[in-house]
Nanobody, 125 residues
Framework: QVQLVESGGGLVQAGGSLSLSCTAS????????MAWFRQAPGKEREFVAG????????YYADSVKGRFTISRDNAKTSVYLQMNSLKPEDTAVYYC??????????????????WGQGTQVTVSS
């Protein structure tokens, strides 16, 4: 059974930092694109950042560009999201996602085959 498990969420003050981790089990994703999405209260889930298979290219939503960094460690089947200069509007449940057999990052959620349960990030003002 394939599972993605996120960790690292929590409560932080505005301007602070958090690091999220997502570890996969059940199969390897070393050649697959992986991404982070988030869903704020009352809003639709949105793309945050993505990284291609083998980590060659990275993509970010405009709202997090320059503040967030996505990375991956294929040996550990993990993907990370380093979040700096956090703002209250970053408050959301953050989800890790992986494509089954494609290395390309897309922003379309239906094209991700595997999802984690999510981890809450709360940024206080």
């Amino acid at each position: 059974q394939v599972q993605l498990v996120e960790s690292g969420g929590g409560l932080v003050q505005a301007g602070g930092s958090l690091s999220l981790s997502c570890t996969a089990s059940g199969r390897t994703f070393s050649s697959s694109a992986m991404a982070w999405f988030r869903q704020a209260p009352g809003k639709e889930r949105e793309f945050v950042a993505g990284i291609t298979g083998r980590g060659i290219s990275r993509y970010y939503a405009d709202s997090v560009k320059g503040r967030f960094t996505i990375s991956r460690d294929n040996a550990k089947t993990s993907v990370y999201l380093q979040m700096n200069s956090l703002k209250p509007e970053d408050t959301a449940v953050y989800y890790c996602a992986a494509r089954g057999d494609s290395w390309a990052v897309v922003m379309s959620q239906p094209q991700y085959d595997y999802w984690g349960q999510g981890t809450q990030v709360t940024v206080s003002s």
